[in-house]
Each structure stands twice: as C-alpha cells, then as structure tokens.
C-alpha cells in the first residue's frame, strides 16, 4: 500500500513575497515550537510534497483583518490547480458575512477555513453559529483549527465540547474539527467527538498524539469520517504519511483516510 494515492487535506502558504516574513512571525509567535519544513511558497510546497508522496495538498488560508478578505481569496482561486485546491476565508467580525460567504462561493472554493485563536472568536458563540448556518446553506465545508495553538493561553476558543454543541444547534453541513479534533485535547475528542457526524483530520500530528489513542478514535469514530493532513510545514508530511500506512488498521480504512473521504469532500 506505500503506492496509495494520498491527499493532504490541510497545509499552508502564501504569497511568494510574503512567505518568508510570514514563517518568521509564525514561528515566533509560536515560541520555536514548531519548525517550518517548506518555504512557504506554492512551489516549496510541490517540491516537498514530490519527495513525500502526496498527490494533492489542500490550503487552508486564515484572514485576520477585514481588509484581507478579497485578497486572500483571490490568491485561493489563483493557486488552485490539478496539484493544489485552496479553501477561501473569512473575517468573522465582517460587517457582511453574507457578502463574503457569498464572494468565496463566486470563485467556486469549497470551503472556509477559521481558527478562533487568532480571529478572537468563541467557536459555539450565538454570532458564529449564524455564519455557519449560511456558509453551511451555500454548501461550503468549514475547517476549524481546535485545541492547543501555542501562541495563545487557555482556555482555548475551539474545543471538542463546543464542536459537539455546534453540530446539536445547527443540522446538516460538512464541519472539520482540525489536529484529530482538538490538539492536545484528545480525550475530550474520545468523549464529544468520536461517533458524531463530525469530521477530523490528522494534522499535527502522529508527533503529538500516540498511535494507541488514534487507533481508539479511529475505531469510535469510522474512518469515513477522518481526513490526512499535516498543517505543513509545520509537520513532515511524508513522515505522517508513512506512519499511517504503518498503522495495523485495513488497506480501506487507509484509503479512506488518505484519500477517498477528500476526494468525497472536494468532488474530485
């Protein structure tokens, strides 16, 4: 099965003018614990990708400043080709949700991407739950960072309990909760998450978690509901790669996982 075809569902860039002061900041801000494995460009990305075996990478952009909101999404519909599919964003103190929810369906992206952190959000907040519900009515995914983030202190904004209470306040919609559900929250995900609609993806990573408790998850939750992702370059895409496919789980669960519930999301 080393051959599977395989899709990251969440990675980074940016523009190649700004990649190098936005990785610097990132890894300031988030204390050197982590250390970027691409240049942050769309050309860095390809070539790591090449070396690590993955097919196609999904981005996932995250618009803190109003300001950035037609900008960022333009640059999701620019790069977005047979290698690469973007997701699009929003600010979510927009003074027009629906205007931009509405921008992101012009340019046919498939979803948003929000990380409640650095966008100063509660994620089961009364004013969220409103642009979900319509992002949700113009059939886009939405991607949530959950969990730890370490350039924030807890509480955190976005965990499994909220997750869970979304999905009881609002019927229908694809949701992904980020980093197995919540980054270094994993038991919550075991108790809120795991057996729900809701979907999650590996990202940071199999360097955080244990395989023992990825494997209860996995039997909890069914693999038609977990996604590959590696939030490069914050992680080793084909060392996360290669740990999956070293799991003592089915050569369908690994397909699922690495590809087929991607390619279900994204109609590919």
């Known amino acids: 099965m080393t051959s599977i075809k ?11 003018t700004l990649a190098p002061r936005a990785l610097a900041a990132l ?14 460009t769309k050309s860095g990305l390809i070539k790591f990708m090449d070396r690590s075996g993955i097919d196609i990478s999904v981005v996932m952009p995250v618009i803190t400043k109003q300001s950035q909101t037609v900008k960022t999404n333009a640059f999701s519909a620019e790069i977005t080709d047979g290698r690469v599919k973007a997701f699009g964003g929003i600010y979510p103190h927009t003074d027009d949700y629906k205007r931009d929810i509405d921008y992101v369906v012009s340019l ?13 959000f509660i994620a089961d907040s009364p004013d969220m739950l409103k642009i979900y519900d319509y992002a949700f009515s113009k059939g886009l995914i939405i991607l949530h960072h959950a969990g730890f983030d370490p350039a ?3 509480p955190f904004r976005a965990t499994p309990k909220m997750f ?3 999905r009881k306040q609002l019927g229908g919609g694809t949701m992904i909760a980020a980093h197995l559900g919540g980054q270094s929250m994993w038991n919550d995900v075991e108790e809120y998450i795991a057996g729900t609609d809701i979907y999650i993806d590996t990202s940071m990573g199999f ?4 395989a023992e408790q990825f494997l209860r998850i996995l039997k909890k939750h069914g693999s038609d509901k977990i996604l590959f992702g590696t939030d490069s370059p914050w992680s080793d895409s084909g060392k996360e790669r290669q740990k999956l ?3 003592p789980i089915s050569d369908e669960e690994k397909e699922n996982i690495l590809h087929k519930n991607a390619e279900k999301l994204l109609r590919i």
């Open 6 to 16: 395989c899709i990251d569902f969440h990675t980074h860039i940016f523009p190649d």
């Open 27 to 40: 890894v300031e801000s988030g204390k050197h614990l982590y250390t970027p494995h691409t240049d942050g």
């Open 108 to 120: 046919g992206l498939p979803g948003i991407k929000l990380h409640a952190e650095c966008q100063d």
């Open 152 to 154: 924030y202190d807890p």
């Open 164 to 166: 869970a209470n979304i």
């Open 207 to 210: 360097e955080m978690y244990s």
């Open 245 to 247: 496919l070293s799991l």
